[in-house]
């Protein structure tokens, strides 16, 4: 990212910042490949599939293969029995309520309304990526065949062709994924947070052993940088992994994207490092190494303390920066003896839950759904006014954009406007063309086939400033010659569905980036105040005099916090994305409010830590005397916090010296009891109570200040 930016500021030709562009975003990374390898196997196998055993809408299982590979092979093993459930409930769901009103145009309209409403429902609220996908897609498809004026036999059999072609991909898929799932419980998560560690680490041995920034490493932090922490926090939000480790190993994420964006912005310096910051960075490495081997060996990292009385370094002030993220990573897993009591194994059964704990309250889900309803019904409804069916694939283009629209900006629409020219008019009728009248085997076809998907798959697994081109081409060219079970070789109807691929993309950037949208940044800042409200709730709810208030963390409430948390960082990411007059100031308010970030997720975690001391359950009672100094501090930091959350949002606040005192009194409390019986239980307690407290106190101190 740094030197894209740079090339912006320093070149003004377009063409060399879009060669830097593609070059960095093209480069290839550990484990790219071999999750290129297991898109293009699954999608070929597929395509091969359909096109022997004559499938129609062969495009289903393709994209099946590429939009689910990406996710955790683990994750798509235990959740089978839900996408083979989600077909078989999408297909009933079509062949049975469509005999109630197939006979009766306007409940028949209303019908397919309803439809919409309820697959992109499906896609927000269901916690299971696969099983949503497949449910949306069927349904999306299938609805649309029922408005044809053919005998109601042949709609009933194209539906399940629909079904089936659903069924072949997922099953390949999971054949595929059964052969890449030789790994431990967690390793989807754990390995690429210790692959960007390596990056670092790497990185800080060449500056303390050359006195210089090396350039190959230095690109290579700047590709894990731009590369981003989306996908890891998209894998554990949909993971069956504890609620406890989610929080903890998100907390963990966060620490570890900011240290690689501290590393990727190192400054070029002329002349050699000072010895004492060549002996820092030699540490650092050390300590980094330390914590990387804890991370893939399943122990909790040892508390990291570094000399804050040295003088700060001239040419490498983030040096110190950096010595304050690394010392949070052992702090996200507060209150733990080990992280292998919190990883489920493989043959334990995965978590039941199909919704999400917020489905039926959270108006979020609601609002998603209609407004995705609102794309596809007017899609659905041009292309009946205008008696085009051909464009009819406008609808399914909605369903699939869906499932990467939460977040989304402009940039990645445009993203999917390119994609689609490139993927449909190029690639699609080019092939058409140029390519297919030569070709006369399904040999030759997998052979193209497999360039195409090949291609895609590499922009597909590029950070999210690219990725969606490739997901959109991809999806242009299979619906132009998949959705038969025979080369097309008619420029029209590969024109009609291209147009229909455009129209949906048209309808989908009309409703959701213009209608009821706000710029990243502005929801980043609403997100971010949202969280600090949170916060200040989960400081001051043990102590609330309301009885309906539980005495335990409740299951709610930290999910709730975790969602805000995530809501932050993908709003940061599409932050990136978005250009204007004010985008300087914005990427500031972005660069503070993710450092800002990693000590709200471990001051979170540390308070959940606290939480059985402050609920006063049994075996961690406290003396009435620590209680109430406990409960004076923690009002004060619930002040503090809302206080930080009215500045952001340019309110009066002053920042004032109270926290300090109340925990200045705290201390002074705690460190007046003692107790003369060695077998008295409380005393042991009181300094694990101290250090919670205390971290909880300079986190809140640090966000005051630094906010």
């Known amino acids: 990212m740094a030197t894209v930016a740079q090339t912006l500021r320093g070149s003004p030709a377009l063409l060399i910042w879009v060669r830097e562009f593609l070059r960095e975003e093209l480069a290839p990374y550990p484990g790219r490949v071999g999750l290129v390898a297991r898109m293009v196997l699954a999608a070929t196998i597929v395509m091969v599939i359909c096109m022997a055993f004559r499938i129609p809408y062969g495009f289903q ?12 092979p683990r994750a798509t093993l235990h959740s089978s029995a839900k996408i083979l459930i989600g077909i078989a409930i999408s297909t009933a769901y079509v062949l049975l309520s469509v005999y109630f009103v197939i006979s009766f145009p306007g409940f028949h309209f209303i019908w397919i309304i309803f439809s919409f409403f309820v697959a992109f429902y499906a896609v927000s609220s269901m916690t299971d990526y696969a099983a949503s996908t497949t449910f949306a897609v069927v349904i999306s498809v299938a609805v649309p065949l029922w408005d044809r004026y053919v005998p109601a036999k042949t709609n009933v059999e194209d ?31 754990v390995l690429p947070m210790a692959e960007r560690l390596t990056a670092v680490e790497g990185l800080l041995t060449h500056l303390a052993a050359k006195g210089a920034i090396d350039d190959a490493s230095k690109k290579n932090v700047v590709r894990y940088a731009m590369l981003g922490s989306s996908r890891l926090r998209r894998l554990l939000r949909r993971s069956d992994y504890s609620e406890h480790y989610k929080l903890q190993m998100n907390a963990v994420a966060v620490a570890v994207g900011r240290l690689v964006d ?113 794309a596809a ?30 977040g989304s900006s402009r940039q990645k629409q445009a993203l999917r406007f390119a994609g689609a020219i490139g993927g449909g008019f190029v690639l699609g009728m080019g092939s058409q063309i140029f390519v297919l009248p030569y ?29 969606y081109f490739g997901l959109q081409a991809a999806l242009a060219f299979y619906l132009i010659n998949l959705q038969e079970f025979a080369i097309v070789t008619s420029l029209a109807v590969a024109r009609d569905r291209v147009v229909g691929v455009l129209l949906g993309l048209f309808m989908m950037w009309l409703v959701f980036d213009q209608l009821w949208s706000a710029p990243a940044s502005v929801e980043m800042k609403k997100a971010f105040v949202l969280n600090l409200r949170l916060m200040a709730q989960v400081v001051r709810e043990p102590f609330s005099s309301d009885p309906r208030v ?48 990693v000590q709200l997720r471990t001051l979170f975690l540390t308070r959940m830590a606290l939480w059985k001391y402050l609920a006063q359950t049994r075996g961690f009672e406290l003396p009435q005397e620590v209680l109430r100094a406990q409960e004076e501090f923690d009002k004060q930091s619930a002040r503090t916090l809302d206080g930080i959350a009215d500045r952001v949002e340019g309110k009066s606040s002053t920042k004032d010296g109270s926290l300090q005192t109340s925990a200045e009194h705290l201390q002074q409390v705690i460190g007046k009891i003692g107790s003369p019986d060695p077998s008295d239980m409380l005393e042991p307690q009181l300094p694990a109570f101290l250090a919670l407290s205390s971290r909880s106190e300079k986190l809140t101190i640090w966000l005051n200040e630094n906010i």
């Not at 006369?440 to 697994?461: K, N, P, R, Y």
Request: with cysteine.
């Open 262 to 374: 501290t590393m990727a912005t190192l400054p070029e310096f002329s002349g050699p490092l000072s010895s004492s910051d060549r002996q820092k960075s030699r540490a650092l490495a050390g300590t980094i190494a330390t914590v990387r081997v804890d991370l893939l060996n399943r122990r909790i990292p040892s508390s990291i303390h570094f000399d804050g009385a040295e003088e700060a370094s001239r040419r490498l002030p983030q040096l110190y920066e950096i010595e304050e993220i690394v010392s949070l990573i052992p702090q996200a897993f507060a209150d733990s003896q080990s992280m292998g009591e919190y990883v489920p194994s493989f043959d334990e059964p995965p978590q039941a839950k199909l919704l999400c704990a917020d489905a039926f309250t959270d108006t979020r889900h609601v609002k998603f759904a209609l407004r995705g309803c609102l």
């Open 550 to 597: 539980p005495k335990a963390p409740p299951l709610s409430l930290r999910e709730t916090v975790g969602e805000s948390f995530d809501s932050v960082r993908a709003m940061a990411d599409a932050a990136l994305l978005e250009f204007g007059p004010s985008r300087e100031q914005d990427l500031r308010w972005r660069k503070r409010i993710q450092a800002a970030q």
């Open 439 to 467: 070709l006369d085997s399904i040999f030759g076809f997998t052979v193209l086939f497999v360039i195409v998907t090949v291609a895609a798959s590499w922009f597909m697994t590029c950070s999210p400033r690219l990725s």
């Open 377 to 406: 019904t007017t899609s659905y409804i041009i292309y009946k006014a205008i008696d085009w069916p051909g464009i009819s694939t406008a609808v399914t283009t909605c369903l699939l954009t869906a499932l990467s629209t939460i």
């Open 61 to 72: 299982g393709a994209i099946f293969a590429l939009l689910i590979t990406r996710e955790s």
């Open 159 to 189: 539906t399940l062709w629909v079904a089936l072609s659903s069924l072949v991909g997922i099953l390949v898929l999971l054949a595929v994924e059964v052969i890449a799932a030789r790994r431990r419980p967690g390793d989807d998560i």
